[in-house]
């Protein structure tokens, strides 16, 4: 079955850097996109970034455009999100997703069919 494992976040102040990383396991990696959400408290789950299954391409919500990167490598059945000049607002639990298709990273949150257990982000200011 299909795994996704996220891990890398943690406590750090605004400014601050932090790498995610999702492991992604029982699937052909290369042939699936993905994409990473954010959920902070009391809020719904929103798009963050998405990548294509060659990494070729990729997409950013606009309160991350410029701060945050996407990334991959297929080799290693990983995804990436670098997160740059953390702020208190970026504070949420990150999960990484991806379709049964494998073709999608937009931002519609239905449209995942696989979700990892997240990880907790917390920038403090």
């Known amino acids: 079955q299909v795994q996704l494992v996220e891990s890398g976040g943690g406590l750090v102040q605004a400014g601050d850097s932090l790498r995610l990383s999702c492991a992604a396991s029982?699937?052909?990696?290369?042939?699936?996109?993905m994409g990473w959400f954010r959920q902070a408290p009391g809020k719904e789950r929103e798009f963050v970034a998405g990548?294509?299954?060659?990494?070729?391409?990729?997409s950013y919500a606009d309160s991350v455009k410029g701060r945050f990167t996407i990334s991959r490598d297929n080799a290693k059945n990983t995804v990436y999100l670098q997160m740059n000049s953390l702020k208190p607002g970026d504070t949420a639990v990150y999960y990484c997703a991806t379709t049964r298709s494998g073709y999608y990273y937009g931002q519609r949150m239905g449209s995942y069919d696989y979700w990892g257990q997240g990880t907790q982000v917390t920038v403090s200011s």
């Open positions: 990548i294509s299954r060659n990494g070729g391409t990729t």
């Open positions: 029982g699937l052909t990696f290369s042939s699936y996109a």
